[in-house]
Structure formats: C-alpha cells, structure tokens
C-alpha cells in the first residue's frame, strides 16, 4: 500500500522561529519522489521542495529543506525563520511509478504563525 | 510567467444547473489533471490527461467530465451539480512522466463552486 502520514493537524509557531513539519511515508516501490506543497487560504497550492528516492543529499530551497530520512520512510519539512506569510495549510505528497506518477497526499498540517 | 490559469475563480450554479470550469496552461505540460477539494481535505484526484489520453479515477462520478480540445486547454463538466459537488476544483499540469526529473505538478488559483 502507498501512503502519506502526517500527524499534526495543526500547529503553531513563533515569527522568526524554525518549525518542523512531519511527514512519513509508506511504499514498496524503490524509485518514488516527496513532495512538499503549501496551500493558503487562497486556496491555490504552491510548489515548495522536492526529494527523490535515490537523491544522496536533502533537498533545500531558499528558507524550506527536507529532511530526508529513508531509512524511517520521513520527509520532514524545515521552515527557517517563520514569516507571517508562512501561515497556511501544508500537504506532503508522494509519487511512485506504482501510482502512475500521480501524487498521493497526506491529511495536510495547518500551520499558524504567530507574531 | 507561465503558468496555470483557472476561469472563473468563483462558480455558483443551481441544483441540476450544468457547469462547466476551465483551464489554461502556457507551461505546455504534457500532463493535465482536475482534483475536487472539500473543505479541510486533502485534494482528491478527479482525472487525467497524458496528452490526448484520457485517465478516469475509479471512483470518479459519471457525472464528471472532461475535455481537453488541447495541449493549452481543459475542461471540467459537470453534468446534473448535486449540493455535494459543492467544492474547490484545482487544475494541474506536470511534464511527461519518463522524460527526466520530478514532475512536480504546478497547479491553478483554483474555482470555487457553490450549489444553490
């Protein structure tokens, strides 16, 4: 089975503060992508970082890493110094050659930064 | 900028009112996809384009369709709007799958539709 767990519904953090979001996976298929995408109340989802299975060094961009741990099936999202920006809904999402390439998302982590 | 656009941001239709959402795209993705997204969810894949080929989700309603006349534009239809329709319908594109990197899906504003 293929499948994306993240356990936060929501969470809080301080402006200017790091915040780790948390992301496990499940599959069988060795070659597989991670995705992050953030979702304001806008509603439009926003691309943030990509994992590839076989990538040897965790995926940066700008204030966003992942960190990768494949040995746990984890791909946690780090966001460095919190913005108010920031705020929104966050899905962690999977693709596999099993899914035909279509992307499995988790539940979703609302996220609230507070100043 | 290229990018995905979705028309008309905001949809209200009646019970039973046929509608009809579309999608443009200038990224000229090979891969086009519509999601539902009910409030506080995740999004739910509705279907997909490889190009001109058509891919159904199992539990996709008959009352959904789409079209794609091509490569730039895509449309939802929903034939008889039921009040559970009633939700945020986001248009994606991503390039071929096989053709080489992540294929990460870039996605539209989004329509919001309401059922009277």
């Known amino acids: 089975a293929q499948k994306i767990t993240q356990t936060q519904p929501g969470m809080f953090v301080q402006e200017k503060e790091a915040v780790t979001l948390d992301c496990t996976y499940d599959?069988?298929?060795?070659?597989?992508?991670l995705f992050w995408y953030k979702q304001p109340s806008s509603g439009e989802m926003i691309f943030l970082i990509y994992?590839?299975?076989?990538?040897?060094q965790n995926a940066t961009e700008g204030r966003y890493s992942l960190n990768f741990q494949k040995a746990r099936k984890s791909a946690n999202l780090v966001i460095s110094a919190s913005q108010l920006g920031d705020s929104a809904m966050y899905f962690c999402?999977?693709?596999?050659?099993?899914?035909?390439?279509?992307?499995?998302f988790g539940s979703g982590t609302r996220l609230l930064v507070r100043p | 900028d290229a990018m995905v656009i979705q028309n008309p941001r905001y949809q209200v239709t009646q019970f039973g009112k046929p509608v009809t959402l579309s999608c443009s795209q200038t990224?000229?993705?090979?891969?086009m996809y519509w999601y539902q997204q009910k409030s506080s969810q995740a999004p739910k894949l509705l279907f997909h384009?490889?190009?001109?080929?058509?891919?159904n989700e199992a539990d996709t309603p008959d009352n959904f369709q789409s079209r794609r006349p091509n490569t730039s534009f895509c449309f939802l239809d929903i034939r008889s709007p039921g009040l559970g329709d009633a939700a945020m319908y986001l248009c994606?594109?991503?390039?071929?799958?096989?053709?080489?990197?992540?294929?990460?899906?870039?996605f539209g504003p989004g329509t919001r539709l309401t059922v009277t």
């Open positions: 994992q590839g299975s076989y990538d040897q």
């Open positions: 999402a999977m693709r596999t050659r099993d899914s035909s390439y279509k992307l499995i």
């Open positions: 990224l000229n993705h090979n891969v």
């Open positions: 384009y490889y190009d001109k080929d058509f891919n």
């Open positions: 994606a594109t991503s390039r071929l799958p096989g053709t080489g990197g992540s294929y990460e899906q870039y």
């Open positions: 599959t069988s298929d060795p070659s597989y992508g």
